[in-house]
């Protein structure tokens, strides 16, 4: 049986990552200081082959016995926690993915790195393949985000070339699915939340910029395929299909019957004008490309978001 230790792995991506190791016979070790994880994510983990450890990775990790796979997603991941905790999330990409490299030194378990499209910035190449170097303000209110990443990143690389750790590493694209939290600010939890309460949809700008939404269950098959590779390099994993927010609100208008109303408010400095993932060497290496459907993702959050609501309602 493998092991594997998640940092972050009660946050929504690791949640469900923990989720599908368990599912693939991994024995699996998550690691997370709550700061933005919930231990709601995971209770129906507990079992034989699952260990919860409240860790903050920026301190010496150590776990006991062998271990296979580091998968290192701790990090504040949306601008509502990385503006709240600017320097918690340069720590947790600094000296956080020092930490988990070195206990992947040490186990010699092939390191898994979470990144992200941000380190593309607003950029002036697209889509945007995995060669594209990036545009990105280092000194804005979203730089803690994007300049911690494009660090590990740098980290992760010299940990493979000087100390010979077996490394890999995913930049990740919008991910959506059951578990975000509703007031995290990203799109699609607040939309949905916003059209389930009837309340109007606030976008910011005038909703012409662009996003590919990856749905969750197909991004965390990407992250897996990675690891069971051999590459080294930058992974791009997203979904290639672009549309406007705007074309998003409606889509979740619709899905939710709903009758809220579009507002629009100032665009936030730095926000990107487009995204998408060119997924060739995804799909070249990986034979990976998602398959749900915008709209069959979005109806399972839907749901996911009503049923949690009916839970709350019913407690009180």
């Not at 040490?106 to 995995?130: C, I, N």
């Not at 985000?145 to 494009?150: L, T, V």
């Not at 694209?173 to 799109?187: K, L, V």
Request: hydrophobic content about 35%.
């Amino acid at each position: 049986m493998a092991t594997s230790v998640v940092t972050g792995g009660a946050g929504f991506l690791g949640s469900h990552l923990c989720e599908y190791l368990l599912e693939k016979d991994h024995r699996v070790i998550c690691l997370d200081n709550l700061d933005t994880g919930s231990l709601q994510n995971i209770e129906h983990l507990r079992d034989a082959g699952f260990e919860f450890q409240n860790v903050d990775c920026t301190e010496f990790i150590d776990v006991e016995g062998d271990v296979d796979f580091v998968f290192h997603l701790a990090s504040p991941a949306s601008p509502i926690d990385y503006l709240r905790l600017p320097l918690k999330t340069l720590k947790v990409g600094s000296y956080g993915t020092h930490n988990a490299l070195g206990l992947a030194k040490f186990k010699r378990a092939r390191f898994v790195l979470a990144s992200t499209s941000e380190v593309y910035g607003d950029p002036l190449v697209h889509p945007q393949p995995e060669e594209y170097w990036g545009n990105v303000n280092p000194i804005g209110p979203r730089g803690v985000y994007d300049e911690s990443k494009r660090y590990s990143e740098a980290l992760t690389m010299a940990y493979h070339r000087q100390q010979g750790v077996d490394t890999a590493i995913a930049r990740i694209f919008n991910t959506y699915g059951p578990r975000m939290r509703p007031n995290d600010g990203r799109a699609v939890p607040t939309f949905v939340r916003q059209a389930i309460a009837g309340k109007p949809i606030t976008i910011f700008g005038d909703g012409s910029q662009t996003r590919s939404f990856c749905y969750v269950t197909d991004l965390i098959t990407g992250l897996y395929d990675l690891a069971a590779s051999g590459e080294h390099t930058p992974v791009n994993l997203g979904n290639p299909h672009e549309m406007t927010l705007l074309e998003l609100a409606r889509s979740i208008i619709t899905v939710t019957e709903s009758t809220s109303e579009i507002v629009f408010q100032a665009l936030p400095l730095d926000d990107p004008k487009v995204r998408r993932p060119d997924i060739g060497k995804a799909k070249s290496l990986l034979a990976w490309e998602p398959t749900v459907p915008l709209a069959e993702g979005l109806a399972k959050v839907v749901a996911f978001e009503r049923k949690n609501q009916s839970h709350t309602q019913t407690a009180l």
